[in-house]
């Protein structure tokens, strides 16, 4: 057997579990994988056949004898075992086919993650190897990763806009002091988008042609553009091409962050005193891979009446918040974001 020793720098491993997709990062590596959180696994023996991408290229394409799994839902994990058999293989392939020296792990969970859930993350990764192993909340990773000097005593707004879960935080002297969360996110959207495009049209869209139609959409804008996009005709069974208009799938997306506004509104209506010009001043960021919208900080503007920001690389703030802090672990488990 090949056995890899890891670098002394590898020690340190840090992992944004997102519904859509896992990042891993490693001191010795930097971002090191960055693929779906998805697993694909015979159902006659319960063989592991891939992870990630490969596993997501099976979806919808592979035979009703393999099982595509996904790892994380809404935020949470949807299966130990299967988790533990997605990282087992990860582990190995990107470090190597086992590690001697057992690393220490950061895991980013939702803010609103009860404390048996964040015990279960635990038990997993040290099942696996790790020799200590911290939580760290969506929210402060990103504002971290954003370049936010999160340890001020002036506050910090954030909306983090993931797939299972869109979650807003307010952030001072290094810890979450008001959160809300809604798991109507981005999985709930392209939900939503699919339903009313099937029942205004009869067409069934892939899930890759709806996510065309998201990055398509431009919010607060009224105009005829149109996206041709291809599906299943559910009347006669046949592929089948059709337009979309922006005016119908923008007014969809409407009602969904409208739900964000309320949630943003309820963050607000509970900031201490002491945070509001804070927050006022310098406004709401928002990051998280459906950030991206084109028109949605101009509608938040709008709608909040405080400047808006989307920040640089939002997909990738998490873990980036994740790699700062792992390099500064000592400030971070004395300072007041942290519980042991």
């Given at each position: 057997?090949?056995?890899?020793?890891?670098?002394?720098?590898?020690?340190?491993?840090?992992?944004?579990?997102?519904?859509?997709?896992?990042?891993?990062?490693?001191?010795?590596?930097?971002?090191?994988?960055?693929?779906?959180?998805?697993?694909?696994?015979?159902?006659?023996?319960?063989?592991?056949?891939?992870?990630?991408?490969?596993?997501?290229?099976?979806?919808?394409?592979?035979?009703?004898?393999?099982?595509?799994?996904?790892?994380?839902?809404?935020g949470q994990i949807s299966d130990a075992d299967l988790?533990?058999?997605?990282?087992?293989?990860?582990?190995?392939?990107?470090?190597?086919?086992?590690?001697?020296?057992?690393?220490?792990?950061?895991?980013?969970?939702?803010?609103?993650?009860?404390?048996?859930?964040?015990?279960?993350?635990?038990?997993?990764?040290?099942?696996?190897?790790?020799?200590?192993?911290?939580?760290?909340?969506?929210?402060?990773?990103?504002?971290?990763?954003?370049?936010?000097?999160?340890?001020?005593?002036?506050?910090?707004?954030?909306?983090?806009?993931?797939?299972?879960?869109?979650?807003?935080?307010?952030?001072?002297?290094?810890r979450v002091v008001v959160t809300d969360f809604s798991?109507?996110?981005?999985?709930?959207?392209?939900?939503?988008?699919?339903?009313?495009?099937?029942?205004?049209?009869?067409?069934?869209?892939?899930?890759?042609?709806?996510?065309r139609i998201k990055e398509f959409i431009q919010l607060?804008?009224?105009?005829?553009?149109?996206?041709?996009?291809?599906?299943?005709?559910?009347?006669?069974?046949?592929?089948?091409?059709?337009?979309?208009?922006?005016?119908?799938?923008?007014?969809?997306?409407?009602?969904?962050?409208?739900?964000?506004?309320?949630?943003?509104?309820?963050?607000?209506?509970?900031?201490?005193?002491?945070?509001?010009?804070?927050?006022?001043?310098?406004?709401?960021?928002?990051?998280?891979?459906?950030?991206?919208?084109?028109?949605?900080?101009?509608?938040?503007?709008?709608?909040?009446?405080?400047?808006?920001?989307?920040?640089?690389?939002?997909?990738?703030?998490?873990?980036?918040?994740?790699?700062?802090?792992?390099?500064?672990?000592?400030?971070?488990?004395?300072?007041?974001?942290?519980?042991?």
């Amino acid at each position: 057997m090949n056995l890899k020793l890891l670098s002394r720098l590898d020690r340190l491993i840090g992992i944004d579990l997102g519904t859509s997709k896992i990042r891993v990062w490693s001191k010795g590596k930097g971002i090191c994988f960055n693929e779906p959180s998805c697993i694909a696994v015979s159902k006659k023996t319960g063989q592991v056949l891939a992870i990630g991408t490969e596993a997501f290229e099976m979806e919808g394409r592979a035979g009703d004898d393999i099982q595509i799994t996904w790892i994380v839902q809404e935020g949470q994990i949807s299966d130990a075992d299967l988790t533990k058999a997605y990282f087992k293989l990860l582990f190995r392939k990107v470090f190597g086919e086992f590690i001697l020296i057992r690393p220490v792990g950061m895991i980013s969970v939702p803010s609103n993650t009860p404390q048996t859930k964040k015990d279960l993350f635990s038990e997993i990764f040290y099942d696996l190897g790790m020799s200590e192993v911290y939580t760290i909340s969506q929210s402060l990773a990103a504002a971290i990763g954003s370049g936010v000097p999160v340890a001020d005593a002036s506050g910090c707004f954030i909306l983090q806009m993931g797939k299972g879960v869109t979650e807003g935080a307010i952030i001072s002297m290094g810890r979450v002091v008001v959160t809300d969360f809604s798991l109507q996110a981005g999985k709930f959207l392209s939900e939503k988008i699919a339903w009313e495009i099937k029942k205004d049209t009869l067409v069934e869209l892939p899930q890759h042609e709806i996510e065309r139609i998201k990055e398509f959409i431009q919010l607060g804008v009224k105009d005829n553009k149109t996206i041709k996009v291809s599906g299943q005709d559910l009347r006669k069974r046949v592929p089948k091409e059709i337009e979309i208009e922006n005016d119908f799938v923008s007014a969809i997306t409407q009602q969904v962050i409208e739900k964000y506004l309320y949630l943003l509104n309820q963050i607000m209506s509970k900031i201490p005193p002491e945070l509001t010009t804070d927050v006022i001043d310098k406004g709401l960021l928002i990051s998280g891979a459906y950030s991206k919208m084109t028109g949605l900080e101009e509608y938040l503007i709008k709608e909040l009446k405080i400047p808006v920001a989307s920040v640089d690389d939002p997909e990738l703030t998490v873990i980036n918040g994740i790699s700062q802090v792992l390099d500064n672990l000592q400030l971070y488990k004395e300072s007041l974001g942290y519980v042991s």
